[in-house]
């Protein structure tokens, strides 16, 4: 089957491809979307999701897990407030969809929502045309409408789901999505898993008003709004942590006073929730004291980076982005907009607070882990392992088990991330990525299957950027300043991951293999930079 498959595929590129290559130098691989697809030299993507599907079935379980997700408006408690906001099943996160890996996920999504949607599989290295991007991978699913997504789940770990149309997933349309390992040895008695948000739809002001006010030069947009129920009277704890620890050791290594550290966190959220708590209603994780809880940490937000810690508790760290790395025990990690991190922990006797300090904004998000009956930490608490060891992507080494061997690349990319805070317009290499017509304001990076990749992301901003590639993950392998003498820390086997943090000044290296044909967006996940052009595309080319 696959060989007639390749010889059909052949014919086709032997016939049309070469003619393109002759005119062009190689011809974009492209979807009917594209406005270019009318152009006889390119070829559509079919051929190549079929075969990339293709390869990756050899590892199916032959199981299939079927949900659906109704994508519709909600009032939601988030803890003695209900806002008014666009869910998945009415719920905050929406409910935790779980496989095993080699299964084949097939999710029915059901738009109940005013305006089209689209569902991204964030972290999976998935057949391209179920990717979910907009006029890129598939037609937006519009009002009334139903798409069935299905798809292998390739490779264990925690990922999570949401729209990828406009600032739909600033609402409350995100959720855990957990692939299990078959042949994971466990190591654990209890599973929590997080959901980190920073939250305002329906607290002051939509996601979109924001970016308007953004938009119109007020580069520090505040909503503060005061919490109605169970209102936090002091914040004054978060902001001398801030104050102090952030100072000594703020988010890639600014100080945490300085101009740029402010523009750093531009927006002001009402609310941070875990699970769509607030901390003054916060979730109890239930366990027996000496129990070794797994927790899933996800951090959904629109544009805030979290610094977690759980008082009384050191946190090993076993996987990011859903692949394993060898154990590392810090005190606390920061983790941006699309990354995760599973975290080991054996409990203690008592109730402990997880907080997760929404960076620079004096506030935080909170869960209470409960072994035991006794004295319930407030919602501010401030667990000394904030000040504790802070984890670096330099620490983080990938298993031996899913290492690859180093490679020369055979192709660098540079990915210059720029931008302009005053119109906030946020762009890569300068160029703005429109999201109704991907190919007509970008210069998409080429790639070829097979090719080794590596990409070189250089951030010229004052901002922050949660880099996120579709599609594909990529192993960390230097970190390092621009505009300093001190040469790039080498990662030798680095992590694997899909997202990661791009600090002011910053220069990070990443690798990956070019192993699944089609176009994949390659992004800012600040939700708010995304909006206005902060994404471009990794493009196969026709061999
Ligand atoms: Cu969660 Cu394009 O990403
Ligand atoms: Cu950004």
Same mark, same amino acid.
């Given at each position: 089957?696959?060989? *007639?498959?390749?010889?059909?595929?052949?014919?086709?590129?032997?016939?049309?491809?070469?003619? =393109?290559?002759?005119?062009?130098?190689?011809?974009?691989?492209?979807?009917?979307?594209?406005?270019?697809?009318?152009?006889?030299?390119?070829?559509?993507?079919? #051929?190549?999701?079929?075969?990339?599907?293709?390869?990756?079935?050899? *590892? &199916?379980?032959?199981?299939?897990?079927? +949900?659906?997700?109704?994508?519709?408006?909600?009032?939601?408690?988030?803890?003695?407030?209900?806002?008014?906001?666009?869910?998945?099943? &009415?719920?905050?996160?929406?409910?935790?969809?779980?496989?095993?890996? $080699?299964?084949?996920?097939?999710?029915?999504?059901?738009? *109940?929502?005013?305006?089209?949607?689209?569902?991204?599989?964030?972290?999976?290295?998935?057949?391209?045309?179920?990717? @979910?991007? /907009?006029?890129?991978?598939?037609?937006?699913?519009?009002? @009334?409408?139903?798409?069935?997504?299905?798809?292998?789940?390739?490779?264990?770990?925690?990922?999570?789901?949401?729209?990828?149309?406009?600032?739909? %997933?600033?609402?409350?349309?995100?959720?855990?999505?957990?692939?299990?390992?078959?042949?994971?040895?466990? $190591?654990?008695?209890?599973?929590?898993?997080?959901?980190?948000?920073? !939250?305002?739809?329906?607290?002051? +002001?939509?996601?979109?008003?924001?970016?308007?006010?953004?938009?119109?030069?007020?580069?520090?947009?505040?909503?503060?709004?005061?919490?109605?129920? &169970?209102?936090?009277?002091?914040?004054?704890?978060? !902001?001398?942590?801030?104050?102090?620890?952030?100072?000594?050791?703020?988010?890639?290594?600014?100080?945490? #006073?300085?101009?740029?550290? *402010?523009?750093?966190?531009?927006?002001?959220?009402?609310?941070?929730?875990?699970?769509?708590?607030?901390?003054?209603?916060?979730?109890?994780?239930?366990?027996?004291?000496?129990?070794?809880?797994?927790?899933?940490?996800?951090?959904?937000?629109?544009?805030?980076?979290?610094?977690? +810690?759980?008082?009384?508790?050191?946190?090993?760290?076993?996987?990011?982005?859903?692949?394993?790395?060898?154990?590392?025990?810090?005190?606390?990690?920061?983790?941006?907009?699309?990354?995760?991190?599973?975290?080991?922990?054996?409990?203690?006797?008592?109730?402990?607070?997880?907080?997760?300090?929404?960076?620079?904004?004096?506030?935080?998000?909170?869960?209470?882990?409960?072994?035991?009956? $006794? /004295?319930?930490?407030?919602?501010?608490?401030?667990?000394?392992?904030?000040?504790?060891?802070?984890?670096a992507y330099t620490d983080l080494r990938a298993?031996?088990?899913?290492r690859v061997p180093t490679r020369t690349p055979?192709?660098t990319?540079?990915?210059?991330?720029? =931008?302009?805070?005053?119109?906030?317009?946020?762009?890569?290499?300068?160029?703005?990525?429109?999201?109704? %017509?991907?190919?007509?304001?970008?210069?998409?990076?080429?790639?070829?299957?097979?090719?080794?990749?590596r990409l070189a992301l250089?951030?010229?901003?004052?901002?922050?950027?949660?880099?996120?590639?579709?599609?594909?993950?990529f192993v960390i392998r230097s970190v390092g300043e621009v505009?300093s003498d001190a040469p790039a820390t080498a990662v030798t086997a680095g992590a694997?991951?899909?997202?990661l943090?791009?600090?002011? &000044?910053e220069r990070i290296d990443v690798d990956?293999?070019?192993?699944?044909?089609?176009?994949?967006?390659?992004?800012?996940?600040? +939700?708010?930079?995304?909006?206005?052009?902060?994404?471009?595309?990794?493009?196969?080319?026709?061999?």
């Amino acid at each position: 089957m696959s060989d *007639r498959l390749m010889t059909r595929r052949s014919v086709l590129l032997g016939a049309v491809g070469l003619a =393109g290559a002759a005119a062009t130098g190689g011809a974009w691989l492209a979807t009917s979307q594209d406005p270019a697809a009318g152009d006889a030299r390119i070829l559509a993507s079919s #051929d190549a999701v079929r075969r990339a599907e293709q390869l990756r079935l050899d *590892r &199916g379980t032959g199981r299939t897990v079927r +949900a659906t997700m109704t994508a519709e408006q909600a009032e939601v408690d988030l803890g003695g407030r209900v806002v008014s906001t666009w869910a998945y099943n &009415g719920q905050v996160p929406g409910p935790v969809l779980r496989c095993t890996a $080699g299964d084949q996920l097939q999710v029915d999504l059901r738009n *109940r929502l005013p305006e089209s949607t689209t569902v991204h599989w964030h972290g999976l290295r998935l057949r391209n045309d179920m990717d @979910g991007v /907009p006029q890129l991978t598939q037609s937006p699913v519009g009002t @009334g409408q139903t798409m069935r997504y299905s798809f292998t789940a390739p490779d264990p770990g925690t990922y999570w789901f949401h729209p990828h149309m406009g600032l739909q %997933r600033e609402r409350g349309l995100f959720a855990p999505l957990i692939i299990d390992d078959p042949r994971e040895a466990g $190591g654990y008695d209890v599973e929590f898993v997080v959901v980190l948000d920073d !939250w305002i739809d329906g607290a002051g +002001a939509t996601p979109d008003q924001v970016l308007e006010t953004l938009r119109q030069g007020d580069a520090m947009a505040r909503y503060s709004v005061p919490v109605q129920a &169970g209102e936090i009277p002091d914040q004054s704890q978060s !902001w001398q942590y801030h104050a102090t620890q952030g100072m000594t050791n703020p988010p890639g290594g600014m100080p945490a #006073d300085s101009p740029a550290s *402010r523009l750093a966190d531009s927006i002001d959220f009402p609310f941070y929730l875990l699970n769509g708590r607030l901390p003054t209603a916060p979730q109890s994780f239930e366990a027996k004291p000496g129990q070794r809880a797994r927790i899933r940490l996800i951090n959904a937000a629109g544009a805030t980076v979290f610094r977690v +810690a759980l008082g009384g508790h050191q946190l090993t760290v076993t996987h990011t982005d859903g692949f394993p790395v060898e154990p590392i025990t810090v005190g606390t990690l920061q983790i941006a907009s699309g990354e995760r991190y599973d975290l080991l922990v054996t409990l203690g006797d008592g109730v402990f607070p997880l907080v997760a300090v929404a960076e620079g904004k004096g506030a935080q998000a909170l869960g209470l882990v409960r072994t035991a009956s $006794g /004295p319930v930490p407030s919602p501010t608490a401030a667990p000394a392992e904030l000040a504790g060891r802070l984890l670096a992507y330099t620490d983080l080494r990938a298993t031996a088990e899913v290492r690859v061997p180093t490679r020369t690349p055979d192709a660098t990319h540079t990915v210059y991330l720029t =931008g302009d805070m005053m119109s906030f317009a946020w762009r890569i290499n300068a160029e703005t990525y429109n999201h109704r %017509r991907p190919f007509s304001g970008i210069t998409p990076l080429p790639i070829q299957q097979g090719q080794r990749v590596r990409l070189a992301l250089i951030n010229q901003t004052p901002m922050y950027h949660p880099m996120h590639v579709h599609g594909h993950s990529f192993v960390i392998r230097s970190v390092g300043e621009v505009f300093s003498d001190a040469p790039a820390t080498a990662v030798t086997a680095g992590a694997i991951k899909d997202t990661l943090q791009v600090a002011p &000044g910053e220069r990070i290296d990443v690798d990956f293999t070019a192993d699944n044909p089609g176009q994949w967006l390659t992004h800012c996940h600040n +939700a708010y930079h995304m909006a206005t052009g902060m994404a471009t595309i990794l493009s196969y080319l026709t061999p």
